[in-house]
């Protein structure tokens, strides 16, 4: 099992362009989630699928972010405009469905490293 | 909405030395609590969970204990090696939904040979 893969490892963008980061679950996970990481916030959620279904955007910001999910083998982070400020780790995580009531354990990749100068 | 306090920033050992970081949370209803650590440039691993009240989780010699009385799950471990040196995140996630993690702060612990 490879676990979750994150592409590109570090991507650099000037600012004003577009960024697109690549996640790919465990295999047999059906749940998706998007992370960004700092320093000053720390782990923060951006947004989830389950079965390839958006869930939950309550972290993404309303402007110039985007997520898809087009089928159960991958997940995209879309970024528009980039700004200096975006410049962060963007984690992917997945997991699995294990019945009862209780929260799911998440599998996170190494991460992006985004750069925007 | 829920929450998750990590006392400790940064904590600093010699090795063999006993390892307490304190973990305080809150929540409406009954999370499961879990701990990741994060080695440089990794992604956060699960290390382990616990889902109710007196669960004890371990992994690698690292325990916790869910304290619902104290909404507590103190990561302790006996004897700490170089190899431990991590940023170590408390989570919890909502009860009664499959549902995102939200995680402390971190604690940085650095141990000296």
């Known amino acids: 099992n490879a676990g979750v893969i994150q592409t590109p490892r570090h991507k650099v963008t000037g600012k004003g362009q577009e960024a697109t980061l690549w996640c790919e679950p465990i295999s047999g996970h059906s749940a998706v989630f998007w992370y960004r990481q700092t320093i000053v916030q720390g782990l923060e959620f951006l947004t989830y699928f389950r079965n390839q279904a958006p869930i939950d955007d309550s972290g993404m910001p309303k402007e110039r972010f985007s997520a898809q999910m087009p089928n159960q083998s991958h997940s995209t982070l879309k970024i528009q405009s980039t700004q200096p400020q975006d410049s962060a780790v963007y984690?992917?995580?997945?997991?699995?469905?294990?019945?009862?009531?209780?929260?799911?354990?998440?599998?996170?990749?190494?991460?992006?490293?985004?750069?925007?100068? | 909405?829920?929450?998750?306090?990590?006392?400790?920033?940064?904590?600093?050992?010699?090795?063999?030395?006993?390892?307490?970081?304190?973990?305080?949370?809150?929540?409406?209803?009954?999370?499961?609590?879990?701990?990741?650590?994060?080695?440089?440039?990794?992604?956060p691993q699960f290390l382990f969970r616990a889902s109710r009240d007196k669960e004890k989780g371990s992994s690698r010699g690292f325990e916790a204990t869910y304290d619902k009385g104290t909404t507590s799950f103190h990561l302790r471990k006996a004897s700490v090696q170089e190899s431990d040196s991590a940023v170590y995140y408390c989570a919890l996630g909502e009860s009664g939904s499959f549902n995102k993690l939200t995680f402390g702060a971190g604690t940085r612990l650095a141990v000296c040979p």
Do not use: K, M
């Not at chain 2, 090795?15 to 949370?25: K, P």
């Not at chain 2, 809150?26 to 440089?40: M, N």
């Open chain 1, 91 to 117: 984690l992917c995580a997945s997991s699995s469905r294990t019945g009862g009531a209780r929260a799911e354990t998440l599998y996170f990749g190494s991460g992006t490293r985004l750069t925007v100068l």
């Open chain 2, 1 to 43: 909405g829920d929450s998750v306090t990590q006392t400790e920033g940064q904590v600093a050992l010699s090795e063999e030395d006993f390892l307490t970081i304190h973990c305080n949370y809150s929540a409406s209803g009954y999370p499961a609590l879990f701990w990741y650590v994060q080695y440089p440039g990794e992604g």
